[in-house]
């Protein structure tokens, strides 16, 4: 993509599905992939005579996240209805924030290539989700499943601050481990507990105001973030060179596709007709309950990046990538607790078993490996029971099927050998049917030493434990 001079300017509005045991204003449960239609009572409905009652657990969630990114928390929390007629939407309106939004301004810190930005956070706050139109179960009809309709949202609304696709991607990673790390939401951006629209616009270096934007709404994955915002300022640069105006409007991304197409424009917005909930009283937040939330905040991703740094030395790189998500840093803190090397532990997790979560494209949650099994690994390497290759073999196995490491050293017959008797008697073998070779190494060709190295591991399966073997060719070679 060529810019041409032209600045990037984004704004993301993320919508964060809360770890609720029940709905923002009713006793429903949210469990998801429940039956259809199970999940909704005669509040998600919206049924003539019925009132909502507000859910307390919604509100303390917020109040975590408004603590961890140092915004503004308001004194009163006051809900607004906002009118729409959609199937999925029962009662004709959502009940949302307009005025007095439960956080105000905060901010956040992303990193990219080393260089740290602050991205202002504008506001969040709490609406229920609606229903889910389904049109492509039945060939003549759409499906409505109510389950989700009335579940909490805490939507976050940024500061035009992102100048980049990449700088967009950052930032919504680290709004996903902050709300992980809080453990006020899953994050699972495949379930849908984390959405994201785009707002994007271009501008000229010199230009004071900012140019016209889009919206780019139906983004459920950090690559596609990243995809449909390259796509869209690439298509405003090629208009407005084209002399064409931007037009302020809605547009959908096609991941299939790759393209973002129109949705709708501003002049056929909605008016949502916002008027404040009749059946909700304004509640108060006392400065004893912010305190509150504050003090017993757990520890939160920047935090213990540096914790990390500083007591193990790991290298920001490393840190960054432990820390990007809770999963991932309880992981890692589970391994340390069977006392492993840091270090060790660190390259483990991100090296062998991120390449495999990778290829597999799967969570470490999700995986049959666990913490005790790469400090059990670990622990075998440092104190020399097995070798590096036979480590490597050990993970593929619990990978794939799970197990008892001790017990499978022994079954798959990985132990180490590090008895020198054995060791050697292999080796003469080696030199036996080598012998050019061993000549050649004898008379100074020095590269040969790892060849026979190399002979013995293969004879052994990679068993046989390489510092032994390389003192017992020295030995042999100064005979
Ligand atoms: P709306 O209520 O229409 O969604 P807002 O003013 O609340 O509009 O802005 C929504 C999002 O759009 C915010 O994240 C904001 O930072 C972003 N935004 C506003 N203007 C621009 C612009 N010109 N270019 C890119 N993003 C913008
Ligand atoms: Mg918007």
Redesign the pocket.
């Known amino acids: 993509m060529s810019l041409n001079n032209w600045q990037p ?5 993320v919508h964060v599905q809360l770890a609720t045991r029940t709905k923002l204003f009713s006793s429903s449960p949210i469990a998801f992939g429940a039956e259809p239609n199970t999940q909704a009572s005669e509040i998600d409905l919206g049924l003539p005579g019925v009132l909502p009652v507000l859910n307390k657990e919604a509100i303390n969630h917020a109040l975590k996240f408004g603590c961890a990114i140092n915004a503004q928390i308001s004194e009163k929390v006051i809900f607004a209805r906002k009118n729409y007629f959609y199937p999925d939407l029962p009662k004709g309106y959502q009940i949302s924030q307009l005025d007095d939004p439960i956080v105000g301004r905060g901010s956040v810190e992303i990193k990219l290539d080393e260089k740290s930005k602050i991205i202002g956070v ?1 506001r969040a706050h709490l609406e229920e989700d609606a229903g889910k139109s389904i049109h492509d179960l039945y060939t003549n009809n759409s499906a409505i499943d109510l389950n989700r309709a009335g579940t909490c949202l805490l939507e976050i ?5 992102l100048s980049s696709a990449e700088e967009a991607v950052e930032y919504l990673k680290k709004i996903h481990s902050i709300v992980t790390f809080l453990g006020i939401s899953d994050g699972d951006m495949s379930q849908g507990s984390m959405r994201c629209d785009a ?3 271009v501008k000229k270096p010199d230009d004071q105001e ?4 889009t ?1 780019l709404k139906n983004i459920n994955s950090f690559k596609f973030v990243e995809k449909a915002i390259i796509f869209e300022i690439d298509r405003q640069i090629k208009e407005l060179e084209k002399g064409r105006k931007i037009v302020q409007e809605t547009r959908l991304y096609d991941s299939k596709k790759n393209l973002t197409r129109s949705m709708r424009s501003k002049e056929e917005a909605n008016d949502y007709r916002y008027f404040p909930e009749p059946d909700l009283i304004p509640i108060k937040i006392s400065e004893d309950q912010i305190n509150d939330v504050r003090k017993n905040l757990p520890e939160l991703p920047d935090i213990m990046k540096a914790r990390l740094m500083k007591s193990y030395d790991l290298s920001d790189e490393n840190a960054e990538l432990v820390t990007a998500n809770k999963e991932t840093a309880s992981f890692f803190e589970d391994v340390l607790s069977y006392e492993v090397s840091p270090k060790n532990a660190v390259n483990w997790i991100t090296g062998d078993l991120f390449a495999l979560l990778n290829k597999n494209d799967t969570n470490i949650s999700e995986s049959k490996v666990s913490p005790k099994h790469i400090a059990e690994i670990i622990q075998n390497i440092e104190d020399q029971k097995i070798s590096g290759p036979s480590a490597k073999k050990l993970l593929e196995i619990v990978w794939s099927e799970g197990g008892e490491i001790q017990e499978l050293i022994q079954n798959e017959g990985l132990e180490q050998i590090s008895n020198d008797d054995e060791i050697e008697k292999i080796l003469d073998e080696v030199i036996s049917e080598n012998q050019k070779q061993f000549e050649q190494l004898k008379s100074g060709k020095d590269r040969l030493q790892g060849f026979f190295v190399g002979q013995v591991m293969k004879k052994t399966s990679g068993s046989a434990s390489p510092q032994v073997v390389n003192k017992l060719l020295k030995e042999k070679l100064s005979k």
Request: glycine content about 10%; aromatic content about 0%; hydrophobic content about 30%.
């Open positions: 300017v984004i704004g993301l509005e504008t609304v940024s500061e035009p601050d707002n994007v616009s900012l140019g016209t934007r919206e």
